[in-house]
Nanobody
Framework: VQLVESGGGTVQAGESLRLSCNASTSSFTGSGYCMGWFHQPEDIRAGVAAIGSDSTTTYADSVKGRFTVSQDNAKNTLYLRMNSPKPEDSAMYYC????????????????????WGQGTQVTVS
């Protein structure tokens, strides 16, 4: 499975941005899976949001109410809508996938995921 992120760039604080992550396969659909967004401003890669095969979503406290994770199964694409971004949201953003349910707090754990994209840089000034 290959994941390819896009949509990063430099935006002003408060200017919306949408990240996309395209998956090379639809093999996850129809079974339990979890897809997540992580960011890595410096050394630590932390969970931002995740969505499961049942469309249940979960978010880090720092982005609740500002970011929205969604998916389009017909396009094998995961999205992260970033509304009201702040300078502290600046980071490399990665999408990740695993053929298991998101399950509790483990969605934010890096080692849960089997597949990762190469990342897309977001800079908020």
């Amino acid at each position: 499975v290959q994941l390819v992120e896009s949509g990063g760039g430099t935006v002003q604080a408060g200017e919306s941005l949408r990240l996309s992550c395209n998956a090379s396969t639809s093999s996850f659909t129809g079974s339990g899976y979890c897809m997540g967004w992580f960011h890595q401003p410096e050394d630590i890669r932390a969970g931002v949001a995740a969505i499961g095969s049942d469309s249940t979503t979960t978010y880090a406290d720092s982005v609740k109410g500002r970011f929205t994770v969604s998916q389009d199964n017909a396009k094998n694409t995961l999205y992260l809508r970033m509304n009201s971004p702040k300078p502290e949201d600046s980071a490399m953003y990665y999408c990740a996938a695993v053929p298991r349910y998101c399950g509790g707090d483990s969605w934010a754990t890096r080692r849960k995921y089997d597949y990762w994209g190469q990342g897309t840089q977001v800079t908020v000034s």
